[in-house]
């Protein structure tokens, strides 16, 4: 079992920056891609950034691209959202997740552990 738990989360202005961390406890061996999705009310978990843990590659959403950043720290069995430019349709329940597999999915359902979720709120 892996656990997850994220920070960061919070009330930001538009234009303002948000650095959310995903941390990994339990049996964090493996081969774990992991990404960060995110949700409002009323629609689906979307993905927003994930990254393969064989290769590194990293994947984003268009409507993140240039904005947010993901990365991590294998040492740490810890990943990072850097979310920059935050607009208020970023707002969102963000969480991460991991998957038991060399390769990283944009489909929620190929993930095999969540964290609880942050809240993300950006004003205008």
């Known amino acids: 079992q892996v656990q997850l738990v994220e920070s960061g989360g919070g009330l930001v202005q538009a234009g303002g920056s948000l650095r959310l961390s995903c941390a990994a406890s339990g049996r964090t061996s493996g081969y774990y891609s992991m990404g960060w999705f995110r949700q409002t009310p009323g629609k689906e978990r979307e993905s927003v950034a994930r990254i393969s843990r064989s290769t590194g590659t990293t994947y984003y959403a268009d409507s993140v691209k240039g904005r947010f950043t993901i990365s991590r720290d294998l040492a740490k069995n810890t990943v990072y959202l850097q979310m920059s430019s935050l607009r208020p349709e970023d707002t969102a329940v963000y969480y991460c997740?991991?998957?038991?597999?060399?390769?990283?999915?944009?489909?929620?359902?190929?993930?095999?552990?969540w964290g609880q979720g942050t809240q993300v709120t950006v004003s205008s």
């Open positions: 997740a991991f998957r038991v597999d060399p390769l990283s999915s944009a489909s929620p359902t190929a993930y095999d552990y």
